[in-house]
């Protein structure tokens, strides 16, 4: 899949507000571009205050709490937006283990929804916020 597929598969659409969390040089670009071709606008920083209709987060192990990181990223994201989770995928630099994610989830109060290749070295999962009077597991 191209990196327009994919933001599609995202579910990336016209005049979404996107913030980009945790961007740095390894990055996958085509993706990011893919995203905010789909999204006609242009990746919100970290500095943004907007409230977003999506969060890309960039997360490798090493790159702090990732609980706190997810709970960061909530204060910026309406009722109804996903938070996607961008990992390298397994055998490179950096991955990080599907049951950290797990952990990680539930205690920021979010659900895991998909989990997918995004790119040659990233993986993708959407996490969601759990709605109220939802079972805890």
């Not at 980009?20 to 893919?34: A, T």
Request: overall charge negative; glycine content about 10%; charged content about 25%.
């Amino acid at each position: 899949m191209n990196a327009t597929e994919i933001a599609d598969r995202m579910g990336i659409a016209s005049g979404q507000l996107i913030l980009e969390v945790g961007f740095d040089e390894d990055c996958d670009l085509d993706l990011r571009q893919g995203i905010e071709a789909a999204a006609g606008t242009s990746l919100l920083g970290e500095e943004s205050d907007e409230v977003v209709d999506a969060v890309l987060l960039w997360f490798r192990d090493g790159d702090g709490d990732l609980v706190d990181e997810l709970v960061d990223a909530l204060t910026y994201l309406s009722e109804s937006g996903p938070i996607w989770l961008l990992t390298p995928k397994v055998g490179q630099s950096g991955h990080v283990e599907a049951a950290d994610i797990q952990d990680a989830a539930p205690t920021a109060g979010l659900s895991q929804t998909v989990s997918f290749l995004a790119s040659t070295n990233w993986s993708a999962t959407r996490l969601v916020a759990r709605k109220s009077g939802s079972p805890k597991r």
